[in-house]
């Protein structure tokens, strides 16, 4: 098949950065849409022009390095999918796509499709664990943890730290992918302890890094390629509620 | 030379502990003055970093992704080891410790063995109390699996994504010590090089991937944890930035890699369908749990759908030829099974290299649901790639590069022969001998990362003056123009071909050649390719952009010029080592049916090569294996 693209160039975070045209040509349908990125690049190599530059590692989806906005969505078109996961055969013969990187205040472009995430870190880093040294912490097996719990905190954490569900919210929130971590430790006895003092330095360090508020659009659950549910958010905000001094 | 291990004498169950008491320790006031640099954030690199920052050393931790978070064990799926022995299904340290020595093929250490035995126990107690989201019975209990090559019940999951799962754990632990300021994070670097001092490691050399400046940092001590190497063979399940490059810089400065050749073809993977393949994707092994392997028996029948194969006619080759283990044998045995099938011509889908691994049984068994619950992610995965529904008809597999058990060669406390260099997780050699049981990586990276480094490292910086070298030693300028000069000779080259026509050509090279059968004449023809492909490399490749700036093909350019050297000790390796075992199957030493020959008279020991030189042939050095607690026999799972 052949595709249309048009590409975000932007050389440096300094640059303004436009859109450019470019064509793949008997692109695969069973190749990832990343390959088709590959041999695009393969060609402007050999023109002689530098290549389009995007993050990724894994190409399984679950590293969280890649992604991009394609014609608008995050990832692309395909539900609970990331950009190295999606194949080809989603689009048709003469698809125009539009790629672009991830567009929030907290995440400046490095270059091209490739965007800097360091804000996610930092809001772990503000209260995302449990304090447990390594050493003597007791048995596994001597807490239980009810499987409801247990799944419930799987569930959360799923999260890959893609960062989507920012680019994908009209308040470049990180809403989502910070209630995952919340939800996650708060339904298991390890994180209770200490729930209360994430929840507020953890909303507090997403604010600080430059994400907007949660106001409700859940355009990040759609973005989600784990399919990290909205729940979270209403559990980070039960959460807030019972950490506030009462 | 004959190389010492240092392993602790007296009796092995011992051995661990009375070492750890006979090392020295650090003094608690003095920790922050020792500077310890940590190459790698997986976890190995990420547990150590942690873990040494908690004990209140100053450190600083590197990896080439853009958070510590997203290093290659995110990737592991299956599962992680542990003797807890909680199915009371037979279980213990020993039955560990024998299983690995055994699926090892009698080439790892035992001393080294039997402390990551000892020690899985602490590291599930561990990652429970980080939160992390193991999976559970409705008793609230733990709950357990069976996994590739052991009969027991010891493997611990988070439904498919244990690795993640552990990875962050380390990962929050890590950023926990990052707020608290004892842990300074450098993501987006890349180590170039490793600078050496009178003998001794002293700092290292990496580029910013983002701006492009070659830094230095100077350390007391460094840790490399840095993954493994088989992305030599261009298509693997690594990910795409894993590489040799940080062992094979600490190689050329001097430190020696251990059993190069020892390579893991993983029995399932799904099949290359095209040349725009960038990498192959692994299917957890836990699938041959409920799985079973087949073929069609005639080859006539190799075209029909699987449905209308009646099963008489299918050939479940590895229920036929390991009745015990059958489909859960180990990943040498099967990946090799796999390959007899489609050699004889028996394979399925495009070009024949793929088997079926069929969980119709398995449905009818114990219904669709259980098998959703226990796989439903890994389905999705492979319907999304191959488009095909698994629950409907039967998966195709094919093995495929996967995990390096050979890696720099260290001593019991995890230093390499350079003093100062440790060495955890795949990067090193040290406990998988020639063959990895499964759900054992995780294991050995997280034994290494929070119970094993953290003493061993204060043994030796107890006997060093803190920041005694920094970085204004000349050593360090040296070390940044040798960097830079190869970084401006990539760039300028300006040839014709790009930086991936070089590695796809080296991966068919490796893999055709040195891959899952192994011939002198085969090795011979890599030994004669690999040189020629590596001139042509430096005479004709395309980098285009700038060095001072991001640049992922220079970045790529780097890594295939490593492996182009690299490949050929790993070569030589195997063509030097005239027995089969474990992942080295060489068809001159092989039994009437097939089975690897271990030649323990000649090749019971470590081989480890010292670099010599670019186009010159590195020196072999042995450390002779001792078996004192565990029989050396036949590895045999009929
Ligand atoms: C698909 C897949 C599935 C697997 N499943 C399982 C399983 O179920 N059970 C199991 O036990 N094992 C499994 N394994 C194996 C296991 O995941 C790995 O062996 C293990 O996680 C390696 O951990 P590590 O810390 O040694 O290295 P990695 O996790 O690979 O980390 C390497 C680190 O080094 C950094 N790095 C590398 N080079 C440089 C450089 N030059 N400069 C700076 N930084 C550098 C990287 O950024 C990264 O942080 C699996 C492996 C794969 C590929
Ligand atoms: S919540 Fe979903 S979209 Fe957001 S970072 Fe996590 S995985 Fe990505
Ligand atoms: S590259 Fe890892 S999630 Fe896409």
């Known amino acids: ?246 | 030379m004959i190389l010492d291990g240092k392993c602790p004498t007296g009796p092995i169950e011992k051995s661990w502990d009375k070492h750890r008491f006979e090392m020295k320790l650090v003094n608690p006031a003095n920790k922050r003055k020792f500077k310890v640099i940590i190459v790698g954030t997986g976890l190995a690199g990420g547990a150590a970093a942690a873990t040494m920052g908690e004990l209140g050393y100053n450190v600083e931790a590197y990896c080439y992704q853009d958070s510590t978070r997203r290093a290659h064990s995110i990737a592991a799926q299956g599962g992680i080891n542990a003797a807890k022995n909680y199915h009371n299904d037979g279980d213990s340290v020993f039955r560990l410790f024998y299983d690995t020595i055994k699926g090892g093929d009698f080439r790892a250490r035992e001393a080294d063995v039997w402390r990551l035995a000892q020690v899985s126990n602490n590291i599930i107690d561990q990652c429970v109390a980080q939160g992390v989201p193991f999976a559970r019975e409705y008793s609230g209990l733990l709950a357990n699996r069976s996994f590739g090559g052991a009969q027991v019940s010891r493997t611990f999951y988070a439904r498919g994504q244990t690795g993640q799962q552990l990875l962050l754990g380390a990962y929050q632990a890590l950023a926990r010590q990052a707020k608290a300021g004892t842990v300074k994070l450098r993501p987006r670097t890349e180590m170039l090089d490793l600078v050496v001092v009178d003998g001794v490691a002293k700092g290292i050399t990496f580029r910013n991937l983002v701006t492009g400046e070659i830094e230095t940092s100077w350390g007391d001590a460094v840790v490399l944890a840095t993954g493994g190497y088989v992305n030599v063979f261009y298509l693997s399940t690594n990910a795409m930035g894993c590489s040799v490059t940080a062992a094979w810089k600490a190689s050329r400065k001097g430190a020696f890699m251990a059993n190069p050749c020892y390579t893991q073809i993983h029995p399932t993977c799904i099949p290359q369908s095209g040349d725009h393949q960038s990498k192959l994707t692994l299917m957890s092994e836990s699938l041959r749990n409920d799985g079973r392997c087949w073929v069609p028996k005639r080859k006539e029948d190799c075209e029909k759908a699987p449905a209308d194969i009646a099963d008489e006619d299918r050939d479940y080759y590895l229920e036929r030829k390991y009745p015990s283990f059958g489909n859960l044998a180990p990943r040498d045995i099967a990946s090799r099974a796999a390959k007899e099938q489609c050699d004889d011509d028996r394979g399925v889908g495009p070009g024949k290299r793929g088997v079926y691994l069929d969980y119709k049984s398995a449905i009818d068994r114990v219904g669709e649901d259980t098998i959703r619950e226990r796989y439903g992610n890994l389905f999705d995965m492979y319907e999304k790639i191959t488009d095909e529904n698994a629950y409907k008809q039967p998966m195709r597999i094919y093995p495929a590069p996967h995990y390096s058990m050979g890696g720099l060669w260290v001593d019991y406390n995890c230093m390499s022969n350079i003093p100062g260099l440790f060495v955890l997780g795949e990067a090193n050699f040290s406990v998988h001998g020639a063959n990895r049981l499964g759900a054992s990586a995780l294991m050995q990276g997280l034994a290494d990362g929070y119970f094993v480094i953290p003493y061993t490292i204060g043994n030796y910086l107890a006997t060093v003056k803190p920041g005694e070298v920094k970085d204004d030693h000349p050593e360090f300028k040296k070390s940044v123009e040798e960097v830079q000069g190869r970084i401006d000779k990539l760039m300028s080259i300006n040839g014709k071909r790009s930086v991936s026509s070089f590695h796809r050509e080296l991966g068919k090279i490796m893999w055709n050649n040195v891959g899952m059968a192994r011939s002198e004449a085969s090795l011979k023809e890599a030994l004669k390719l690999i040189p020629e492909l590596r001139a042509e490399f430096w005479q004709n490749l395309k980098v285009t952009g700038d060095k001072n700036q991001r640049n992922g093909q220079l970045e790529d350019a780097g890594r295939v010029a490593d492996f182009l050297e690299f490949a050929e000790v790993m070569t030589t390796d195997a063509l030097h080592r005239e027995e089969s075992c474990g992942g080295h199957f060489r068809v001159e030493h092989q039994t009437d049916d097939g089975e690897a020959m271990r030649d323990d008279e000649k090749f019971c020991y470590v081989a480890a090569w010292e670099y010599k030189g670019e186009g010159k042939a590195p020196e072999l050095h042995k450390e002779p294996l001792k078996f004192e607690n565990v029989k050396l026999a036949v590895r045999s799972y009929k």
Request: aromatic share 6%; proline share 5%; with cysteine.
């Open chain 1, 1 to 246: 098949m052949n595709l249309t693209l048009y590409v975000w160039r932007q050389n440096g975070p300094e640059d303004k950065g436009k859109l450019e045209q470019y064509e793949a040509k008997n692109v695969s349908p069973d190749s990832s849409f990343l390959e088709m990125l590959d041999e695009v690049n393969q060609e402007l190599i050999e023109h002689g022009v530098e290549p389009i530059e995007f993050d990724n590692d894994c190409r399984e989806g679950i590293c969280g390095t890649c992604g991009c906005v394609v014609n608008g969505i995050p990832h692309g078109p395909q539900e609970k999918t990331t950009a190295c996961q999606l194949h080809m055969r989603q689009f048709k013969d003469g698809d125009s796509l539009t790629l672009e990187p991830w567009r929030a205040k907290a995440f400046p472009v490095i270059k091209d499709l490739a965007v800097d995430r360091t804000a996610l870190d930092k809001i772990i880093q503000a209260g995302g664990y449990t304090s447990a040294y390594t050493g003597e912490v007791g048995e596994a097996n001597q807490t239980l943890i009810s499987k409801p719990d247990a799944d419930y905190a799987m569930d959360a954490a799923e999260c890959i730290g893609c960062g989507a569900c920012v680019a994908a919210c009209p308040n470049g929130s990180a809403m989502l992918f910070t209630s995952a971590k919340v939800a996650q430790l708060a339904v298991l006895p390890q994180g209770q302890i200490e729930a209360a003092e994430r929840v507020k330095n953890m909303t507090e360090a997403m604010l600080n890094a430059g994400f907007g508020n949660c106001t409700n659009h859940y355009e990040c659950q759609a973005a989600c390629p784990k399919g990290v549910s909205v729940k979270f958010i209403a559990k980070l905000n039960r959460e807030y509620i019972k950490a506030l001094p009462k």
